[in-house]
């Protein structure tokens, strides 16, 4: 028969709940006895008991995880110039500190590069070099975000091939474009016969810089679609293929045609080279948002392309006009049609990107893509902005598309292995 003291320590074992501390572990108190000796916690460490007040019922206690550790200031500072690289959310706070960095670098190096001395007004020559390197920083680092995404998903999905295809066409014709007007006399010569003695060509270093390295970018970009079999997916559309075919023998005719001395100067070739660059910046973004619009999603496409995109295009035509009122001449933004024309359709197509990633098309979670983008590579999917797992499957006519699966709506087989706590 157990004794009244037996009986009174066994109720007292009986009526022991487990809590959880401030490390997340998990203690025994009991509630007769609250400065009861050490018990073993779930890991296995000792640990004093606590006052039962202290301890609530498990259905309540929510998963705790201990805060991160704060990084230090000057890596925190360092890390937010990486944001238009590294981020894949755009989120308002991401966006202002991005851009707020990227002033900084676009602002210091127009400091130190040398200014247009033909603009008159000394303090203008400093804004506009600077407003000229923060575009060029923008427009040359939208580049990057998409060809570190292909990289890390190993996996062009969600890139429009036919985009690629003419960013690269469109921007040889332009790189021929800006050095040829920076660097030839000859070009020089004929624009001040044409336009006008007084009339300065406003093509300056950083639009150079610009050009080449967007289009060497490019190719880098459209080597990426190679290596990932991009194209045995989706092949390029018979009509880009006329199109890129019958602007490569204009190009021959109309050089044929200059040598020949049948037309007056190779400043009439240059500006056919930009307008096909207009021409192809206005189809170029077709296939990105007709692609997008069909999968109902931008998960593959980084926003910061169009972030960055966005901001150097405005940036653009402010520093022609604010050039051309300086100069008292506008003739400057007429006789450069291409940096007019290219800035204008680079915002246009800019902001139906942001209505198709922010309205139309939103994600939730963005933060999952950072995290799990690396883990989906192999299998040659990746994760989308919302959690979505993508997997390139073939449809009936063998040829490849993705299908989202969005969260909470997994099949028997992917239900996910829940570990007891209690």
């Not at 929510?62 to 990084?71: F, G, L, N, S, Y």
């Not at 040398?114 to 070099?129: A, E, F, H, V």
Request: one cysteine or more.
């Amino acid at each position: 028969m157990m004794s009244a003291g037996t009986e009174a320590q066994s109720e007292s074992i009986m009526s022991a709940r487990r809590c959880k501390g401030a490390g997340g572990q998990l203690h025994v108190v009991l509630d007769d006895d609250p400065a009861s000796a050490p018990l073993l916690s779930a890991d296995g460490d000792h640990h004093v008991g606590e006052p039962s007040g202290a301890c609530i019922s498990p259905s309540s206690v929510p998963e705790m995880t201990p805060p991160a550790p704060r990084r230090p200031l000057l890596r925190r500072v360092g890390s937010s110039f990486f944001i238009p690289l590294t981020d894949q959310t755009g989120s308002p706070l991401k966006i202002i500190v991005g851009l707020f960095s990227l002033a900084i670098v676009g602002s210091t190096i127009g400091s130190i590069m040398p200014k247009d001395q033909t603009l008159p007004t000394p303090w203008y020559r400093l804004l506009s070099s600077i407003i000229g390197y923060t575009y060029f920083c923008a427009w040359s680092i939208s580049f990057y975000p998409q060809v570190i995404l292909n990289f890390k998903r190993k996996s062009t999905a969600g890139l429009s091939n036919e985009f690629s295809v003419l960013n690269v066409a469109g921007f040889a014709c332009y790189a021929a474009y800006t050095i040829s007007f920076y660097f030839s006399n000859t070009i020089q010569r004929q624009y001040k016969e044409r336009h006008g003695a007084d009339a300065e060509i406003t093509v300056q270093s950083n639009d150079v810089a610009f050009a080449v390295h967007a289009f060497v970018l490019c190719c880098v970009q459209l080597s990426q679609i190679v290596l990932y079999r991009g194209f045995d997916a989706a092949p390029i559309a018979i009509a880009v293929k006329i199109g890129l075919a019958t602007w490569l023998v204009v190009c021959v005719i109309f050089s044929a045609l200059v040598m020949g001395k049948h037309l007056s100067s190779w400043l009439d070739f240059l500006y056919m080279l930009s307008f096909v660059k207009i021409t192809i910046s206005l189809i170029k973004y077709m296939p990105q948002v007709g692609l997008n619009y069909k999968r109902k999603s931008t998960c593959g496409w980084n926003v910061w392309n169009v972030l960055l995109d966005f901001t150097g295009g405005t940036l653009s035509i402010v520093q022609q006009i604010g050039d051309s009122w300086d100069l008292r001449d506008f003739s400057a933004v007429t006789g450069n049609p291409a940096k007019t024309a290219l800035g204008c359709v680079s915002i246009f197509f800019d902001l139906i990107f942001f209505l198709q990633h922010y309205v139309l098309y939103p994600d939730d979670d963005h933060g999952d893509m950072n995290s799990s983008i690396g883990d989906s590579a192999d299998s040659g999917g990746g994760i989308c902005s919302g959690g979505a797992l993508t997997e390139p499957l073939l449809n009936a006519d063998n040829k490849d598309y993705t299908e989202v699966r969005p969260k909470g709506k997994l099949s028997s087989e992917e239900t996910p292995i829940v570990e007891a706590v209690w």
